[in-house]
């Protein structure tokens, strides 16, 4: 039978690891080597802060959307507050086991820039499966920052605490937005695949009339046609093609209503209701947006 723990708070999660008082009641830097991870058989997880955990051993397996990671290899997850994480305890040992997580509390941003910011870090969103492989020198760099985090919870806290401690956090986060570019570069092969599958799934729901039965293709649905989060599809085709997965929506459907305005005999609303659209103001709206002419004035031009 699952448990559910819900962490509310960095004083719930030093508990959790049998730690005693954090330096600090938002944001907390862990050594993975030297805790005990008193977590039960087939926990669910759950937290009100962030999350940032790389480790190279596997004491409990984590399994967070629909695959489980294996730490083996050394990767980074990055998790956002009320995201599902499944613990699934595995025996595993190795003498040169090591691991940091940084967890900070929204609390902790919330009145400086990064809170506005944050949402750029699409990588909270990803699966488990799309973590990141970091190399030896990018583990170095992300642990430098982690290390200056901690160091700075140990000193007294003063005015200048915070501003240090967010403001290395940016750091860090800019540095896996870097890392997470590399890997999609060096993916560039698979990624074609992906690519060319979208295109594919894109063509036959608007030849194919499943427009009419589904209503307009989302992000959500496309992602899971190629087992991928909605928002590592997005960053993944926005590196490659240079629009994200809602651009290259658009895209197939405006495409559609050109060839629906220029060879049938239906008027704008009724092309508007095959298209999907609820509203023909917003498919009017978009079309604008989308050439500069609305759906009547293209007619109209061709």
Same mark, same amino acid.
């Given at each position: 039978?699952n448990?559910?723990?819900?962490?509310q708070s960095?004083?719930d999660?030093?508990?959790?690891?049998?730690? =005693?008082?954090?330096f600090?009641?938002?944001?907390?830097?862990?050594?993975?080597?030297?805790?005990?991870?008193?977590?039960?058989?087939?926990?669910?997880?759950?937290?009100?802060f962030?999350?940032?955990?790389?480790?190279?051993?596997?004491k409990?397996?984590?399994?967070?959307?629909?695959?489980?990671?294996?730490?083996?290899?050394?990767?980074?997850?990055?998790?956002?507050?009320?995201?599902?994480?499944?613990?699934?305890?595995?025996?595993?040992?190795?003498?040169?086991?090591?691991?940091?997580?940084?967890?900070?509390?929204?609390?902790?941003?919330?009145?400086?820039?990064?809170?506005?910011?944050?949402?750029?870090?699409?990588?909270?969103?990803?699966?488990?499966?799309?973590?990141?492989?970091?190399?030896?020198?990018?583990? =170095?760099?992300?642990?430098?920052?982690?290390?200056?985090?901690?160091?700075?919870?140990?000193?007294?806290?003063?005015?200048?605490?915070?501003?240090?401690?967010?403001?290395?956090?940016?750091?860090?986060?800019?540095?896996?937005?870097?890392?997470?570019?590399?890997?999609?570069?060096?993916?560039?092969?698979?990624?074609?695949?992906?690519i060319?599958?979208?295109? =594919?799934?894109?063509?036959?729901?608007?030849?194919?009339?499943?427009?009419?039965?589904?209503?307009?293709?989302?992000?959500?649905?496309?992602?899971?046609?190629?087992?991928?989060?909605?928002?590592?599809l997005?960053?993944?085709?926005?590196?490659e093609? =240079?629009?994200?997965?809602?651009?290259?929506?658009?895209?197939?459907?405006?495409?559609?209503?050109?060839?629906?305005?220029?060879n049938?005999?239906?008027?704008?609303?009724?092309?508007?209701?095959?298209?999907?659209?609820? @509203?023909?103001? @917003?498919?009017?709206?978009?079309?604008?947006?989308k050439?500069?002419?609305?759906?009547?004035?293209?007619?109209?031009?061709?």
């Open positions: 039978m448990n559910l723990i819900h962490l960095i004083t999660l030093h508990k959790l690891f049998s730690l =005693g008082n954090s600090h009641p938002l944001v907390t830097v862990l050594d993975f080597s030297k805790v005990t991870e008193n977590v039960e058989e087939y926990s669910k997880i759950t937290t009100d962030y999350s940032i955990m790389f480790k190279n051993y596997c409990n397996k984590i399994k967070y959307g629909r695959k489980a990671i294996d730490f083996q290899d050394g990767n980074l997850i990055c998790i956002a507050p009320n995201q599902t994480i499944d613990m699934d305890n595995e025996e595993e040992e190795r003498e040169d086991k090591m691991g940091w997580g940084l967890f900070f509390h929204p609390d902790l941003i919330r009145a400086t820039t990064l809170n506005e910011k944050l949402k750029d870090y699409t990588f909270f969103n990803y699966e488990i499966s799309e973590a990141l492989h970091l190399s030896d020198k990018e583990k =170095g760099v992300l642990y430098e920052c982690v290390q200056k985090i901690q160091a700075e919870l140990q000193e007294n806290i003063d005015v200048y605490s915070q501003y240090i401690i967010v403001s290395t956090i940016e750091l860090l986060l800019n540095y896996c937005s870097r890392f997470y570019g590399r890997q999609m570069i060096t993916r560039s092969q698979n990624n074609k695949l992906i060319n599958q979208i295109e =594919g799934i894109l063509t036959h729901y608007f030849s194919a009339n499943t427009i009419q039965e589904q209503g307009l293709p989302t992000v959500k649905y496309l992602a899971e046609q190629v087992h991928l989060s909605p928002s590592y997005s960053d993944l085709l926005k590196k093609t =240079g629009k994200n997965a809602q651009e290259h929506i658009h895209f197939y459907l405006i495409e559609e209503a050109k060839n629906l305005l220029l049938s005999e239906k008027n704008v609303n009724e092309i508007a209701y095959n298209l999907g659209f609820e @509203y023909p103001q @917003y498919f009017n709206t978009l079309f604008k947006k050439t500069g002419k609305t759906p009547k004035e293209f007619r109209n031009l061709n």
